[in-house]
């Protein structure tokens, strides 16, 4: 199958739609697509957008999980990056896991962990294992300020 699309909205009415370069179906499990080149895109509840892209992974039609498997990234309006080598999403539930080291790119630094789980539509995330949080101090302005 060439050029697969799958768009729809979350139980809370968010718009997603994902799409591939191409996916190969087993007959015996026609459930099961195998996809490569994968593009999707989510709308969070405050309104801004994730942008998720990877290399590989498995879409169950029937469960509606999604598996991604290589060079995976994540972002997002807001400004960060997240970069993962596996992930499960169940995107009309807004969940995401990743049970392999995660790294997060933010505007003032760098999370590392070895898990991830988004919860909650987005509302929560929560990294555990080997944490490393490194965060640059913010600048300092000589900027005076005046009252009146």
Same mark, same amino acid.
């Given at each position: 199958?060439?050029?697969?699309?799958?768009?729809?909205?979350?139980?809370?009415?968010?718009?997603? %739609?994902? $799409? *591939?370069? !191409?996916?190969?179906? #087993?007959?015996?499990?026609?459930?099961?697509?195998?996809?490569?080149? &994968?593009?999707?895109?989510?709308?969070?509840?405050?309104?801004?957008?994730? %942008?998720? $892209? *990877?290399? !590989?992974?498995?879409? #169950?039609?029937?469960?509606?999980?999604?598996?991604?498997?290589?060079? &995976?990234?994540?972002?997002?309006?807001?400004?960060?990056?997240?970069?993962?080598?596996?992930?499960?999403?169940?995107?009309?539930?807004?969940?995401?896991?990743?049970?392999?080291?995660?790294?997060?790119?933010?505007?003032?630094?760098?999370?590392?962990?070895?898990?991830?789980?988004?919860?909650?539509?987005?509302?929560?995330?929560?990294?555990?294992?080997?944490?490393?949080?490194?965060?640059?101090?913010?600048?300092?302005?000589?900027?005076?300020?005046?009252?009146?």
């Amino acid at each position: 199958m060439e050029a697969p699309k799958l768009a729809g909205f979350t139980r809370d009415n968010r718009a997603y %739609n994902l $799409t *591939a370069d !191409a996916a190969a179906q #087993d007959f015996t499990n026609p459930t099961v697509l195998e996809l490569s080149g &994968i593009r999707a895109k989510i709308e969070m509840p405050n309104k801004t957008v994730v %942008n998720i $892209t *990877a290399v !590989a992974g498995v879409y #169950d039609t029937k469960s509606e999980l999604l598996t991604l498997t290589q060079y &995976i990234t994540l972002i997002s309006s807001e400004g960060y990056e997240a970069r993962l080598t596996e992930a499960k999403a169940e995107i009309r539930k807004g969940y995401i896991v990743s049970e392999k080291p995660v790294e997060i790119f933010l505007s003032n630094g760098k999370l590392n962990a070895n898990r991830m789980e988004v919860l909650d539509n987005g509302e929560l995330l929560k990294f555990e294992g080997g944490i490393v949080l490194d965060l640059k101090p913010a600048e300092k302005t000589d900027k005076k300020v005046s009252r009146r």
